[in-house]
């Protein structure tokens, strides 16, 4: 079993900057693909971004060049750095983490965007 914790999450103005953080509970991350996904009230789930076990990357066209996925296998932590926040990116944000024959999902974190 793999816990998934997030954090960093808060309330921040138009064009502002928030860090999102996912501490996995064991050191299987390391191999672990992960991603960041988002639901906004009334919407489905959307992925926002994932980087796979080799760093690899890949965002949402809604995101590119605002958001910022990256990992430290050491700290078993996932990142999303998001610059320039807008209204629609207001969310919970949640973290996944595949090992392809099965998932793990985090409790998720609020961001809300205030214009």
């Known amino acids: 079993q793999v816990q998934l914790v997030e954090s960093g999450g808060g309330s921040v103005q138009a064009g502002g900057s928030l860090r999102l953080f996912c501490v996995a509970s064991r050191r299987i991350f390391s191999i672990m693909n992960m991603g960041w996904y988002r639901q906004a009230p009334g919407k489905q789930r959307e992925l926002v971004a994932t980087i796979t076990s080799g760093s690899s990357t890949n965002y949402a066209d809604s995101v590119k060049g605002r958001f910022t996925i990256s990992r430290d296998n050491v700290e078993n932590t996932v990142f999303l750095q998001m610059n320039s926040l807008k209204p629609e990116d207001t969310a919970v944000y949640y973290c996944?983490?595949?090992?392809?024959?099965?998932?793990?999902w985090g409790q998720g974190t609020q961001v809300t965007v205030t214009v």
């Open positions: 996944r983490g595949d090992l392809g024959y099965r998932d793990y």
